[in-house]
């Protein structure tokens, strides 16, 4: 046996051999590209991050625009024409500006989910609906009249998770996109069901509900409907991990107060992301789940990070002369 494995002894060569060493791993590189929202005095106007460059405006007014969802070619944005009071979402081309609308003006369309070469959205308060990427709607999926919420997009693009009140209060529905049949529903209890959060493989929708008293989060099986609460405490913002092994969520500390907080679902663990009282809010992961873009309330203002997942390494985004940054996108497949 070579001196050096020799001096080390049995109990510490047991518990190597066992996995028992729990070092830290090398923190990977952040992410090559962000985007991010700022508060001008008319309106939020979107940044980009680039690892070399580091953050520049990217576009300018008088339209606002607030960015939603990113991939390496283009970003998904909310953009407003505050004179005509239009509301629409589009793509943005980051190297020249030039935006593609999805969604027709005045259409209010609000809280996106993308998924391949489809778009689910709020339409107002009559429900969702389904965009192709060329910008012409499938046309609203559901019509209840009390509104329906926060869809989800499965990944194949064949199905819509979303919130509704229909029966009184919110509850999970699911609703195919090429079928003829209604929606159906997914959770049923008295109290709120809301924030839902469909796993990478469409099989599980994470989601938030009060049945004890705070937002906690909570997990639902498409396929046999069996449901669990995964924490005790307060949560806002689940995000999954590319893998689906993790779920990740604002924990929800006190009176503005919160953290990132994190939970690995077999074997289960727990952990802070963020220290608890940092006042950060999670926005997004990235695609080879490492890296967490955030937000952070500032005493004056807010600023933007990424936060590698250990709860190891920050890295501010916003430049400090930015008062208020908020809203970080990592785009998928950077």
């Known amino acids: 046996m070579p001196p050096a494995i020799a001096r080390l002894g049995a109990a510490t060569l047991l518990l190597l051999l066992l996995g028992g060493c729990r070092c830290r791993a090398t923190t990977p590189p952040e992410p090559d590209l962000a985007y991010f929202a700022v508060t001008e005095p008319a309106g939020p106007q979107i940044w980009r991050w680039t690892r070399d460059a580091g953050a520049r405006p990217l576009t300018q007014g008088p339209a606002l625009h607030v960015p939603l969802a990113a991939d390496v070619r283009r970003v998904l944005v909310a953009r407003v024409l505050p004179a005509q009071e239009q509301e629409q979402l589009g793509w943005l081309d980051p190297t020249d500006g030039g935006f593609q609308a999805l969604t027709p003006p005045l259409s209010r369309a609000r809280r996106p989910s993308w998924q391949a070469n489809a778009v689910a959205y709020e339409s107002g308060a009559a429900g969702l609906s389904n965009v192709a990427l060329t910008g012409e709607s499938a046309g609203l999926l559901t019509d209840s009249p009390l509104g329906d919420f926060e869809p989800q997009l499965a990944p194949d693009g064949g199905f819509v998770v979303f919130v509704s009140s229909r029966t009184g209060d919110p509850e999970l529905y699911v609703q195919c996109v090429a079928c003829d049949a209604g929606p159906l529903r997914l959770t049923d209890d008295p109290h709120e069901d809301t924030s839902p959060a469909l796993s990478p493989d ?61 939970i690995q679902l077999a074997p289960r663990q727990e952990w802070s992301v963020s220290e608890p009282g940092a006042r950060d809010t999670l926005d997004s992961v990235s695609t080879d789940g490492t890296w ?28 400090p002369d930015v008062k208020e940054a908020w809203g970080l996108v990592l785009p998928s497949g950077s």
């Open 202 to 262: 469409g099989r599980r929708v994470a989601f938030l509900s009060n049945r004890d008293g705070v937002d906690q989060p909570y997990l639902v099986e498409l396929g046999s409907g069996r449901t669990e609460r995964l924490s005790v405490k307060g949560a806002a913002t689940p995000r999954w991990s590319p893998d689906g092994k993790t779920l990740y969520f604002t924990q929800v500390d006190g009176p503005e107060s919160t953290h990132v907080a994190a």
């Open 292 to 319: 967490l873009g955030t937000t952070r309330a500032l005493p004056v203002g807010s600023e933007v990070a990424l936060q590698a997942i250990d709860g190891g390494r920050r890295l501010r985004v916003s430049p």
